[in-house]
């Protein structure tokens, strides 16, 4: 990720504009290559003295706030830590300095040499626990060419940081790649609404960092590491409201600006809180099991994308939509809607940190057809509270469930 003082654009009539780099020019590549190399053959090295090396390609780059975002961008795949020991690095300096202080406040004048042999005991290296010497004990290498892409593709997440929202049409998206990207969306937790304004198109509005009024920072990373998922879609519109100091305008992207994404695919990874999550739901519970495909269920000009979906060894199938402390402000509305359309096929949870109690049976109160698909979690369901409102629902649920609901999305 580009911090702002790295980020390169341009300004003009409202509009930002940044400043790609040619990914084949053979300048770019043969500093993507060195800078990649210093950290490569770097194994083992202290922070510093690898620093110094980076800094000396950068400050004789042509270009050096490319050259800088560059440098950034391979110090983010490299991973330090202290040298491994139990040694107590504080205590040594007190030592050192300790002995220092009473052999200089003799007042007697020796060499340099003399002085050492007094102060020895202290090994060389006082200052192993500070971040400057701190050991490289791993480095992710890329491809040269990978390099520089992913700098562009890091201008766009270092502007999107800065973000009051963001929208993203979809024409013409595949149910399984729209599936993807909503997973994706899922996985970072993003506050977002989508809608299907005309037939054959999808819009997302996720809400930016500025909309929030805790943790902003955290959302800020997980929106702009959120961006290269967008770049596996085929087509898309991204336009975004940018807010910097003394500029605020548009940022507009499509498919045409050829940028690359690098993730894989998300079903690659699933969380270990997920991967428990099936484990003790399978354990608890043999009347409901998990099943893989969750549909998109239009709930009236907006779309609800369930986190899971369970099927009932009769039959009946059940989604459930979880809403976390970003979330909350969809909660009332999908309600309304449980309200009016009772034999939809959905329960909702909601995180404890974003509702009270008090809260909580307010929401109840005033959703009294909704109320038994309503319950609270800490992090992640309890399975026990799950089924039992899970079996609620299916007394309401027709027998048909296991057939598309109307107002699923095809």
């Given at each position: 990720m580009l911090n702002r003082e790295h980020l390169r654009y341009t300004f003009r009539s409202g509009k930002f504009h940044c400043r790609f780099v040619d990914v084949s020019d053979e300048n770019n590549l043969r500093l993507a290559s060195a800078l990649m190399t210093?950290?490569?053959?770097?194994?083992?090295?202290?922070?510093?003295?690898?620093a110094e090396m980076s800094h000396a390609l950068v400050s004789a780059a042509a270009d050096r706030k490319f050259a800088s975002g560059l440098e950034k961008l391979v110090l983010d795949m490299a991973e330090f830590a202290n040298a491994e020991g139990n040694t107590d690095y504080p205590a040594l300096r007190r030592e050192l300095f300790s002995k220092s202080g009473k052999i200089m406040g003799t007042g007697e004048d020796f060499s340099e040499?003399?002085?050492?042999r007094r102060v020895a005991g202290p090994p060389a290296d006082i200052y192993g626990d500070l971040p400057d010497f701190e050991l490289l004990t791993a480095f992710r290498e890329l491809e040269p060419g990978e390099l520089p892409r992913r700098y562009n593709t890091a201008l766009v997440q270092g502007l999107l940081m800065n973000t009051s929202q963001l929208t993203i049409a979809l024409p013409g998206a595949e149910?399984?790649?729209?599936?993807?990207?909503?997973?994706?969306?899922k996985f970072f937790r993003l506050l977002a609404e989508i809608a299907a304004p005309r037939p054959g198109e999808i819009l997302l509005q996720v809400s930016g960092?500025?909309?929030l009024l805790e943790n902003s920072r955290k959302y800020a990373l997980?929106?702009?590491s959120f961006f290269p998922a967008v770049l596996k879609m085929k087509h898309f519109r991204l336009e975004a409201e940018i807010r910097l100091p003394g500029r605020t305008g548009k940022l507009i992207l499509s498919e045409k600006d050829n940028l690359v994404s690098h993730y894989r695919e998300l079903a690659a990874y699933?969380?270990?809180e997920i991967r428990i999550f099936h484990r003790v739901f399978r354990e608890r519970c043999s009347e409901w099991t998990i099943v893989g495909e969750t549909p998109f269920i239009n709930t009236g000009g907006e779309i609800c994308f369930p986190d899971l979906s369970f099927r009932r060894t009769d039959g009946r199938?059940?989604?459930?939509?979880?809403?976390?402390?970003w979330h909350r402000g969809a909660l009332p509305r999908?309600?309304?809607?449980?309200?009016?359309?009772?034999?939809?096929?959905?329960?909702?949870?909601v995180d404890r940190a974003a509702v009270t109690e008090e809260g909580f049976e307010e929401l109840r109160t005033a959703h009294p057809a909704a109320a038994e698909r309503l319950f609270r979690f800490r992090d992640f369901p309890a399975v026990e509270t799950l089924v039992r409102t899970l079996d609620k629902a299916a007394e309401t649920l027709p027998d048909n469930t296991h057939q598309p609901t109307q107002g699923v999305l095809p």
């Open positions: 210093v950290y490569a053959d770097g194994l083992h090295r202290r922070r510093c003295e690898l040499t003399e002085y050492r149910t399984a790649e729209l599936r993807k990207l909503v997973k994706f969306m960092p500025f909309a997980q929106l702009a699933v969380p270990e199938i059940c989604h459930l939509e979880l809403f976390h402390r999908r309600l309304a809607f449980l309200d009016e359309h009772p034999r939809t096929p959905l329960i909702l949870g």
